[in-house]
């Protein structure tokens, strides 16, 4: 993905921006525009807590191109305390310390680097709440 | 609308064809499949392919194949719905044969994997789910799979090792089939001591990745007998959608959309699933098998895999799955499988099976799974004879 992608879902990326429908009052992350639960327009920007908690997991072995570096890492859908599943990478984990259940808050970190211009993008995974 | 019967059937062995191109894969099963229907000419063609783009360096496939089988000229064009491109291939000319725009139309599926190396084909396969919120984050397409996999464990208390009988059956159906990529029975011990992949994946819940081609015939029933006495109705055809990420589902453990198409399928056929004498699942990883399974109607919620424990999935057994091995024995030429299970549930019907036929076979149902279950079509064929 090239450079203008990664500009436009910064604040997606960053800041894990979202919608809330102002009809039903769903909270949204991604963004999406349509509320899937009435089907009505949903512009209204809405910004995630970043806390939630683990609802599965999987420490990935074989990495698609541009992720080899991080093998192995662990990635999950994580359960925002609002309500909407998630899908990113852990980290401050070690392969095999993930459970589901566990507490997680959203971190901005390197996610990989981007093709030959070595541009890197960075965006939100989840770390361990420290207790 | 037109009742649809299938009048020919024609696939290539499913391995690692290093002497086949694309378009030589996809000519040898359409020209099989035109032999077997007694035809020399056709109005249309749909190609199923998800990824000749970026693995086979070629695009336009409907009009290559059309030509390089012969049929210069004829309407023809390429159908995608990742790993469901070839049964939504066979929906199109379905639609179109139905609909009575045309009388003969082929629909082959096909897929050139082997000629490029590991890292760009686990690529390529991500493509398939939700490239900025999935795949973005390092996501493979069996990464997916597992988190599903590990949630589905935790919430009915299953074992990695309670999935094996997918895979024993499948490998075990494969013997038999001579278009099969690993005709070789495998061990429980075999299964739980594979390589991982994305845990809880290990390489023996997944099907293997291949080159491979299918096709089949179509024309309306009233003209089957013209062509061929062992013509094969198609009872239904059903597509539905889910949200690509499993992320945007409500409950990701319950493949909706699996569930829509097969009830769609069911009712226009007239039937239910206890009707059903095999089905040919969509088992790209056992988690997939054991989803399907459920959402179909054959087994409760979390118990797809008491199925297979129990040998219910096997040939002699209540609901026999990939009779002919499966995604996993025969292989999973990913645009191609939609159209191999279908020409294995056409073997069953006609009593064409060998070794694996299912005594008195009358409905046979194919599925073909795109991505995570975003795109599901469903075929129930039924014998005429
Ligand atoms: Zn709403």
């Not at chain 2, 809880?200 to 291949?210: G, K, R």
Request: with cysteine.
């Amino acid at each position: 993905m090239g450079i203008p992608n990664h500009w436009r879902t910064q604040h997606q990326r960053y800041r894990l921006v979202g919608e809330i429908c102002q009809h039903c009052g769903a909270k949204l992350f991604p963004p999406r525009d349509v509320c899937p639960e009435c089907s009505q327009p949903a512009y209204e920007p809405f910004t995630f807590s970043g806390r939630g908690q683990v609802y599965s997991h999987s420490t990935v072995l074989h990495a698609p191109r541009g992720y080899e570096e991080f093998v192995p890492y662990t990635v999950a859908l994580v359960k925002l305390e609002e309500g909407p599943l998630v899908t990113a990478q852990l980290t401050d984990v070690d392969a095999g310390e993930a459970y589901i259940g566990m507490p997680v808050e959203m971190v901005t970190r390197k996610q990989r680097e981007d093709g030959e211009e070595g541009a890197i993008i960075y965006g939100y995974k989840f770390r361990p709440v420290l207790q | 609308m037109r009742d649809v019967s299938i009048i020919g059937i024609g696939q290539t062995k499913v391995g690692e064809n290093w002497e086949k191109s694309l378009r030589q894969l996809a000519g040898e099963a359409v020209l099989a499949a035109m032999r077997d229907a007694s035809i020399e000419m056709a109005d249309m063609l749909y190609v199923g392919n998800m990824l000749s783009g970026e693995i086979a360096a070629q695009e336009h496939l409907g009009a290559l194949v059309a030509d390089f089988v012969g049929l210069r000229g004829i309407e023809a064009v390429k159908v995608e719905a990742a790993c469901a491109s070839g049964a939504a291939a066979l929906r199109q000319a379905y639609i179109a044969v139905a609909g009575g725009m045309a009388d003969v139309v082929i629909a082959c599926g096909v897929e050139k994997m082997t000629d490029e190396v590991g890292e760009v084909v686990t690529s390529a396969l991500a493509l398939a789910g939700d490239g900025e919120y999935e795949t973005f984050h390092g996501l493979s397409f069996v990464a997916i799979n597992a988190l599903l996999m590990q949630r589905y464990m935790y919430e009915f208390g299953w074992k990695h090792r309670d999935f094996a009988a997918f895979a024993v059956n499948a490998h075990q159906n494969a013997v038999h089939n001579p278009y099969a990529m690993f005709p070789k029975p495998i061990t429980v011990e075999q299964f739980e001591q594979a390589r991982l992949i994305a845990d809880p994946i290990n390489l023996m819940d997944s099907s293997p990745v291949a080159d491979g081609a299918a096709a089949v015939v179509l024309c309306p029933t009233e003209q089957a007998r013209a062509f061929t006495d062992n013509a094969v109705r198609i009872a239904a055809s059903a597509v539905a959608t889910d949200a690509v990420a499993i992320h945007d589902r409500p409950d990701p453990l319950f493949l909706q959309a699996v569930y829509t198409s097969a009830q769609k399928a069911y009712r226009q056929a007239g039937i239910t699933p206890q009707d059903i004498d095999l089905f040919e699942a969509h088992d790209a990883f056992t988690i997939m098998a054991a989803l399907s399974l459920e959402a179909c109607g054959f087994a409760p919620r979390g118990q797809g895999v008491r199925l297979a424990q129990e040998g219910d999935i096997a040939l002699d057994g209540r609901i026999p799955i990939s009779t002919m091995g499966g995604l996993k024995g025969r292989g999973h030429p990913v645009g191609a499988t939609g159209i191999y299970q279908v020409v294995e549930v056409v073997q069953q019907l006609r009593g064409q099976a060998g070794g694996n036929q299912i005594k008195d076979a009358h409905w046979g149902m194919a599925q073909n799974i795109g991505g995570s279950g975003a795109t599901v079509i469903t075929h129930i064929m039924e014998a005429l004879s």
